[in-house]
């Protein structure tokens, strides 16, 4: 019996439909899982909340509440002493009693970080447009270079990101029950270790006032899904 065309051609739709619906529903679950967990944090981080004001940094790492001076002092020092272009703040948040290191770094090793990333920027049109890996050296071909918006939020702080976690540990490194081999990751190791809590980026305070109202602050009205995932993830 010979196949019929039609029901053939409206079988594949068909399937070709239902790929595309599981793709969407797949990537529905992940946005909405994102979302969860942004909204999951936002409930239960006063640093989140109540971010003290800490102009121009990129990446905060924060503690357990009530950790010894001893924990926090011996990080900060062995932050500073291995990679001293990482600019370190220290706060206090009273309300909740957890410490938390705000980090960014200069203008300059922003660009050096720029190159080590591999990361691409538009050319000038001069120097033929389009989009290159960016280099160092040769910032000056680079539209916007002048600019103090030439990274990105998210470029700023996958660089600074890539700074702390390429700290590395000596073999005699320890810190209370912790024994760290050498050149282990310092900071990965301290979040697996319970050391530290949690590490995550600072964005840009417009953008961060703004999903707060939209989320925290309306949390029973339509929530701006796409808007958390790009500026939290």
Known sequence: MEENPTAATSACISSDALNKLGLHS??????LKDAKKF???SKHSSAWMHTTPTPDCDLMLTFPVNTEDHTFMWLLTKIRNLTPE?????????NT????????????????GAEVQRIRKRLKIEYGGGFKEFSYKDCHLFEGIDNSQFLTSQERQGIVLHMVYNLRAAADDELKQIHFRDGEALVPKCVSEGVVTEIFPLHDRDAL?????????????????GAIITNCF
């Open 209 to 225: 006032r703004e999903l707060r109202k939209m989320w925290v602050q309306e949390f029973w009205k339509k929530q701006p899904l």
């Open 26 to 31: 797949l990537q529905l679950r992940q946005r």
């Open 39 to 41: 909204v999951e944090y």
């Open 97 to 112: 009693g957890v410490f938390a290191f705000y980090f960014t770094t200069t203008a300059e090793n922003f660009l050096k």
């Open 86 to 94: 990482l600019i370190v703040h220290v706060r206090h948040h009273s």
